[in-house]
Structures are given as C-alpha cells and as structure tokens.
Nanobody
Framework: EVQLVESGGGSVQAGGSLKLSCTASGFTSKDYDGMGWYRQAPGNECELVAAIDSGGITYMLDSVKGRFTISQDNTKSTVYLHMISLKPEDTAVYYC????????????????????WGQGTQVTVSS
C-alpha cells in the first residue's frame, strides 16, 4: 500500500519553530519524483507551500520564503519542512504530497492534479 505519513505538527506560539517530516512507504523509485507540502487554513482552499524534486527546490510560497525550508534525505523517501518564525497565519493542516513529476501549485485539496496525498498534520500558531 502506497502511503505518505506525516509527523511533527503541533501547537507553538508566534515566533516559534516546528519541523515536519513525511516518509513515503510502499513506493518504488518510479512512482514519484516530486514531493512537497500543501496546507489548508481554516475556511480556505489548499495552497502549495513548498516542493522539491530530483533537480532541487521547485516552489516556495512567497509568504514563507526566508522562514521555511524544504529538504529531502539521501534516499529521497523522506521530505522535511523546517519552519521558523511562525506566524498565526501559518495555522493550517499541512499535507505531504508526492507526484510522478513536479508537484504543481493550484491543486484543490486531494485533487488528482497531485498524484499522492498524506492524511495531514495540524500546525497551530498562537499569538
């Protein structure tokens, strides 16, 4: 069974930091190249936060540049999102995603525009 399993969410105060992790299991190396993180804030649709593939970082949301970093481990099976200087507006459910090609922006939550979605992890930032 193909799965993306996220961990590392939680509650922090503004200015704090969190590191999200996502491990892909049940995949072969041909099943995906791109990985990334979408998020859904309360009352909003999903938005792509950051994405990476075998060529490097392919996307960073403007509002998180300089605060969030996306990276992968050497096996490319785990993707991380390191978040610092968190703001209340970063509060959302964060979804790990993977795709056979590059992870595209603009997909609705769980849309087939992105091949694989995790179940999500909650990040809450209080002021």
């Amino acid at each position: 069974e193909v799965q993306l399993v996220e961990s590392g969410g939680g509650s922090v105060q503004a200015g704090g930091s969190l590191k999200l992790s996502c491990t892909a299991s049940g995949f072969t190396s041909k099943d995906y190249d791109g990985m990334g993180w979408y998020r859904q804030a309360p009352g909003n649709e999903c938005e792509l936060v950051a994405a990476i593939d075998s060529g490097g970082i392919t996307y960073m949301l403007d509002s998180v540049k300089g605060r969030f970093t996306i990276s992968q481990d050497n096996t490319k099976s785990t993707v991380y999102l390191h978040m610092i200087s968190l703001k209340p507006e970063d509060t959302a459910v964060y979804y790990c995603v993977a795709d056979r090609q590059v992870v595209v922006a603009g997909a609705l939550c769980f849309s087939s525009l992105v091949d694989y979605w995790g179940q999500g992890t909650q990040v809450t930032v209080s002021s």
